[in-house]
């Protein structure tokens, strides 16, 4: 049977490979994969640092924020309950292989291995990106590092979401069949919150010292009982990344690969509840492909009642502004969206009410927070917020077919995506706004304060339109190689290519940016011996009016690239 | 109406359709028969501006589609195989968004009436996830036909649809067309063809094999005098393939 199995791997990842690079013969594909080696060499191979000199980080200190790291990474599965696509079979492998004669755990366990191609690629693309640090011994074993944390996390994930699958559908009877994981989780839960309410007050106070007060004073924490002991198995899957020495290295693996082989014997004995998800994981994939093959607009999620609309759209006016409004109608549909909505709001008043507490500790650190959270999206937002052309390709045909021009259907798509992360944005930034409005001693002052939140209304928007467009302009010239569709590669496994993505993305958004804030600050310089202050009037028209103008010519370029982009021939649609 | 002109569509060396021209004038029912990989949604796609032909023009009510897309395509209706819906978009919703495309004034006058027809008024709320397949193919084709279209494409109309749906969307074609629209529909029911098509193109591997009433397409060949579409149809495709061999 592993020989079927084999076949099958082999032949779908080989034809897989040989439809991909059938694209090449399109200079457009040919030129992108150039690039991107290109990109990958100059990145990471490239800048890599001479064999002598340097600064070497601490390993305990990297043992220790790889830890904290991972603590976040479980502590999201648990709450969240992701990894359960690991176990999702395709329709074709539904209809041959369930129908076929093999045992349902043979099946699961093939899933498992597929599953780590992924990581593989994942453990390869870590390997090169921390080749430029000074990360354990050497590349292989560095290898072997990356893929028995990556693995074990991913394992852990899954055994996550069974005990939660457990829970909510067996309810009483499901918590007595999984005591044990229950236990485990909730010495951890009170560890983890006796831990937090611990460090909390010392990182609070360092953090007037810099990062490396931050870190001084995490690592004193680390070194108390209970933290050491709640740390202790995340430690132990990162200590060996940090090992510098073959025999450290070898010291330390042991413990990992015991710890990632306690995972798959725990997942794998979750016997009933593992099979039953994997089979309703399966079958709900299965219907929504079917679906999806049947029609690109059909549903693929379980129904949901619809909510009122936002606004009501007026049969009248610009026509693309029926898919502007399209895509604002989805998102506030979206449960997703509808939570983010009440967290924000719902911050956003407690916050308030305790800026004007005398302490101010905790506003402080909301307010941190939401600001830093408010920058990150700058960068990340782009590539969460999906609600524009990366959505709505996979109905190409039905978009080709309307009677709009092919740039008014690119900024109708963008807008949408651009007003919701601005509005997240903002809403973050009035969170920080109001996290600081009780403090008197702050600096910035409440006046800088007030202006930056103004810049930001002013730049925000026009800063994520270049951003979006980016974006789109990606999924629109390489449909292909871009994952259409809402949801997007994620998980522990997929982290090395989310950050490649993002860091070429950010690189083309600084490019963009670059002539509207060179022409912004020499304006600004030059009028300011004659304006003073009011020189930032003159600049800021000029840096929008530069943005409006790149976002014109990119919108324009799309949309011929709309026009002229055949469904079929592009692999999307038909 | 819909006037096409030695169509030609190329993927890479493959000729998925060659040198088609034809015209289908207001009140006419044209169907487009072949066997699989003939062309047909090819046609009809290109024709609806969704492909972009490599050679050959096409008209609808008199502008070019390749130089006035977007006067040409307010024209015409594209009603796929496959019901693309929206979501997260209420059957209603559907409605007004295809209106505001399309800019009709009176969409919501027009919304009850349409919904009626199609047996859809008490599913006006709804999301296409809470439709049935048949529901679903009903409301895209309400969204086709709610501005009226003077040129109407259907790529097998009938997928999907019961016994019931079927009696309404023939009545729903043949009413469209007596109201002066031009339709193209492509299929594999012959019956179909046979019952409310006024012409039929027969096509094969992307080439015209036969282009007329069925009667004019039998006169063309005495030996099949009598015989069903069906029949008709086989010995044509037959007597191709025993040509290219």
């Known amino acids: 049977m592993i020989r079927v199995f084999g076949y099958l791997a082999w032949r779908s990842a080989r034809n897989r490979m040989t439809r991909q690079l059938r694209h090449l013969r399109s200079p457009r594909y040919l030129a992108a994969l150039l690039f991107g080696l290109a990109y990958v060499w100059f990145m990471i191979i490239g800048q890599r ?46 209809t041959f292989l369930f129908s076929a004669p093999v045992s349902r755990r043979g099946l699961i366990q093939f899933k498992l291995l597929h599953s780590q191609l992924l990581i593989l690629f994942n453990a390869l693309l870590w390997t090169l990106i921390l080749s430029r640090e000074r990360f354990g011994v050497s590349s292989w074993l560095r290898v072997i590092s990356i893929w028995v944390l990556l693995t074990t996390l991913s ?60 870190l001084a004073a995490m690592q004193d924490v680390a070194g108390r009982p209970v933290p050491s002991a709640l740390t202790y198995p995340f430690r132990v899957l990162v200590r060996p990344l940090t090992a510098h020495t073959s025999a450290a290295w070898l010291q330390a693996i042991w413990p990992a690969l015991l ?54 759209l007026a049969p009248l006016g610009w026509p693309a502004g029926a898919i502007l409004w399209k895509n604002l109608v989805a998102a506030t549909r979206t449960k997703r969206v509808r939570n983010a909505a009440i967290a924000l709001a719902g911050a956003g008043a407690i916050v308030t009410v305790l800026s004007f507490d005398p302490e101010g500790t905790l506003a402080e650190l909301a307010g941190w927070l939401a600001a830093s959270w408010a920058g990150i999206t700058i960068v990340i937002g782009p590539q969460w917020v999906r609600n524009d052309l990366r959505g709505d390709l996979l109905k190409l045909d039905l978009l080709r077919s309307y009677p709009l021009r092919g740039w008014s259907v690119v900024i109708a798509e963008v807008a949408a995506s651009t007003l919701m992360l601005t509005a997240i944005q903002l809403s973050l930034l009035v969170i920080a706004y109001l996290a600081f409005l009780g403090n008197q001693t702050m600096t910035p002052d409440l006046e800088e304060r007030t202006l930056l939140l103004v810049i930001a209304v002013i730049y925000l928007p ?113 | 109406m819909i006037d096409v002109e030695g169509l030609q ?59 006035d897309p977007v006067v040409a395509k307010s024209a015409l209706a594209f009603i796929p195989d496959e019901p693309h819906l929206f979501e997260y978009l209420t059957v209603e919703e559907h409605l007004r ?55 109407l494409l259907l790529d097998e109309p009938l997928t999907g649809l019961d016994p019931v749906g079927i009696r309404r969307m023939k009545a729903t074609i043949m009413r469209r067309a007596a109201g002066g629209s031009a339709v193209i529909l492509s299929s594999h029911l012959l019956h179909l063809v046979e019952e409310i098509c006024t012409r039929v193109l027969v096509m094969h591997r992307g080439r015209t094999v036969a282009f007329g009433t069925i009667a004019e397409i039998v006169a063309g060949r005495p030996e099949l005098q009598s015989q069903s579409l069906e029949d008709v149809f086989l010995a044509l495709i037959g007597a191709e393939e025993t040509a290219e061999r």
């Open chain 1, 155 to 214: 394992l852990h994930r899954l055994g996550a979401s069974f005990v939660r699958t457990s829970l909510s559908e067996h309810g009483r009877l499901g918590a007595r069949h999984r005591i044990v994981s229950l236990v485990v989780l909730g010495l951890m839960l009170i560890a983890l919150t006796w831990t937090i309410g611990d460090a909390l007050p010392d990182i609070v106070a360092a953090r007037g010292g810099g990062l490396r007060q931050i």
């Open chain 1, 259 to 312: 710890l990632l082989v306690l995972h798959y014997v725990w997942v794998v004995r979750s016997d009933s509840a593992f099979e039953e998800t994997a089979v309703e994981v399966s079958l709900k994939r299965a219907l929504a492909l079917a679906e999806r093959r049947r029609g690109p607009g059909s549903s693929f999620r379980p129904p949901v009642k619809a909510s009122p609309p936002l606004f009501r």
């Open chain 1, 462 to 574: 026009g800063i994520n339109l270049l951003g979006m467009l980016i974006q789109n302009a990606a999924a629109l010239l390489y449909p292909a190689w871009v994952r259409l569709g809402t949801g997007r590669p994620g998980g522990v496994e997929a982290l090395g290519q989310n950050l490649l993505m993002m860091v070429a993305f950010v690189a083309l958004l600084a490019l963009t940016l670059a002539l509207p804030v060179a022409l912004a600050g020499g304006s600004f310089l030059l009028l300011r011996p004659l304006l003073d202050g009011w020189a930032a009037l003159p600049a800021t028209a000029l840096a929008l009016g530069t943005m409006a103008f790149e976002a014109a010519l990119i919108v324009e370029w799309l949309g011929g690239v709309f026009e002229r982009t055949d469904p079929a021939s592009a692999g999307i649609a038909g």
């Open chain 2, 97 to 151: 968004f295809v209106g505001r495309l399309y800019r009709i004034g009176d969409v919501g006058a027009r919304i009850p009436g349409l919904l009626d027809e199609l047996d859809l008024a008490d599913k006006r709320g709804a999301l296409p996830g809470e439709l049935s397949r048949g529901m679903k193919q009903k409301l895209a084709i309400a969204c086709g036909l709610l501005h009226e279209p003077r040129a």
């Open chain 1, 49 to 94: 640092p001479a064999a002598a000199g340097g600064v070497t980080p601490d390993p305990r200190a990297l043992e220790l924020v790889g830890a904290v790291a991972l603590i976040g990474a479980v502590a999201w599965g648990w709450i969240f309950g992701v990894e359960r696509r690991v176990l999702a079979f395709t329709p074709a492998e539904v």
């Open chain 2, 9 to 67: 569509k190329l993927y890479g060396d493959f000729p998925a359709v060659q040198g088609l021209s034809f015209q289908v004038g207001p009140g006419e029912v044209l169907g487009l028969v072949g066997p699989n990989g003939a062309g047909k949604t090819t046609t009809i796609r290109s024709i609806a501006g969704i492909i972009i032909p490599t050679a050959g023009r096409i008209r609808i009510a008199g502008h070019d589609l390749a130089t």
